[in-house]
Structure formats: C-alpha cells, structure tokens
C-alpha cells in the first residue's frame, strides 16, 4: 500500500542547530515533493517545491533534496530559531497532495 | 502570492445541522480546489477535488451526500457539511489551484475549525 512516513516524534534542537526532517514514501513515483510548515489551528504555509529531475533546492535557511531511488526527502533548516518551531509536513504531487503525518520541531533558545 | 480565503475561521454548530464553509481564491481563478480534513495531531487528508462548474470528485470513504460541495465560479468553492454530528468536530482545510487537477500548484486557506455539539 501507499504509505508517506514522517517522523511522528518530535524534533528537540538548540537554536542555531542545524534541523533535519525526514520523509520517506512507498509505492510512490512522485513527480514533485513539496514541504509545508503549519502552526497550530492554522493551514499549511508552502516552503519548498522540488521535482524528481532535482536532487536539491534551497531557500534561504532552507534546504530540500530529493532521492527517488531511496524514495526520500530530507528537510533541513540552518541557524534554526526558535520561532521555526512547527510541525513540518511533507507532501506529494503539485496541487492535489498526499501529506505525510509530520513532524513537530521545537527549536529551543 | 496567490491568496486564498476562507470563512469562517472558526464555527460551533449544534448537533443535526447544516454549516457552510467558504473558500474563495483573491486573487487568481481557481480551474480547481480541493478540501482536505484535519483531525488532531493527524495529517491532512484529502476529501475531495472541485472543478468549477462541475460535481465533485469525492475520495473513498467520504459521503458526497454528507459533504456537499459547490463550484459555481473561478473564485468560489463551498463545503456544506450537513446533519452535522459530533464526530464530523476537524480542522477542513481549502486550497485553490488555476492550473487543473494536475495543472499547478495549490494555495492554501488558513482553515476552518468546526466544533459539532
């Protein structure tokens, strides 16, 4: 079956830290993999898009690669804050998505 | 970037009735939107896909007649979620698309919690 696996413990770091999230996926060929942060109470707000010719796209603290032969994404976030702490939240597909389940980061100061 | 709206934030609803929720796109048309539901410390699952000016695709397990949704225009999705019950209590989340199905990426509303007693 179709599974996308997050993390489902949360993620402790010390600011400044560098976060690494992971994401893997099974009997998937996602063309795109996308990264979401969401608050609590709040909808996912988009971070990063990275398609399956890219092995690597960054934005600013932000850094996504992409392996489709380990079928994985890692999500790292350098100099974290405290105010990255979220849950991040890996998604499949362009516009209709499949979600993994998240994982919680607390940055602490 | 794109903007998409929803309303209300937030709604309480006594059990056995209707609540609509709105998901407007600000400012691009949305060729398709998608409603997706949040339960707690749960991931968000996709409900169903709206293109404007057709039915709804519903995912399995998900009752079109409980959950009516409406497309009438380019910026413009709503979700009725009738005969409310407590267990229908989530998060439903909107995004918009104006690419099609496949077409381009999604944005995101900021959510709709609904509380059934």
């Known amino acids: 079956s179709q599974k996308i696996e997050q993390n489902s413990e949360a993620l402790n770091i010390q600011e400044g830290k560098t976060a690494t999230l992971t994401c893997n996926y099974t009997?998937?060929?996602?063309?795109?993999l996308q990264w979401y942060r969401q608050d609590p109470g709040r909808g996912p707000v988009f971070l990063l898009l990275?398609?399956?010719?890219?092995k690597e796209k960054r934005k600013e603290r932000l850094k996504v690669t992409f392996d489709t032969t380990l079928k994985q994404s890692l999500f790292h976030i350098t100099a974290s804050q405290p105010a990255d702490s979220a849950t991040y939240l890996c998604?499949?597909?362009?516009?209709?998505?499949?979600f993994g389940g998240g994982t919680r980061l607390m940055v602490k100061p | 970037g794109a903007v998409v709206s929803q309303h209300p934030s937030w709604v309480i609803c006594k059990s056995g009735t209707s609540v609509k929720i709105e998901c407007r796109s600000l400012d691009f048309q949305a060729t398709t939107m998608f409603w997706y539901r949040q339960f707690p410390k749960q991931s968000l699952m996709l409900m169903a896909t709206?293109?404007?000016?057709?039915?709804?695709?519903?995912e399995q397990g998900v009752e079109k007649d409980k959950f009516l949704i409406n497309h009438a225009s380019l910026t413009l999705s709503t979700l009725t979620v009738t005969s409310a019950h407590p267990e229908d209590s989530s998060f439903y989340i909107c995004?918009?698309?104006?690419?099609?199905?496949?077409?381009?990426?999604?944005?995101f509303g900021q959510g709709t919690r609904l509380t059934v007693v």
């Open positions: 995004s918009a698309s104006f690419g099609g199905k496949s077409g381009t990426e999604a944005f």
């Open positions: 009997n998937y060929s996602p063309a795109y």
């Open positions: 709206s293109n404007e000016g057709s039915k709804a695709t519903y």
């Open positions: 998604a499949l597909g362009l516009s209709m998505l499949t």
């Open positions: 990275i398609r399956e010719n890219e």
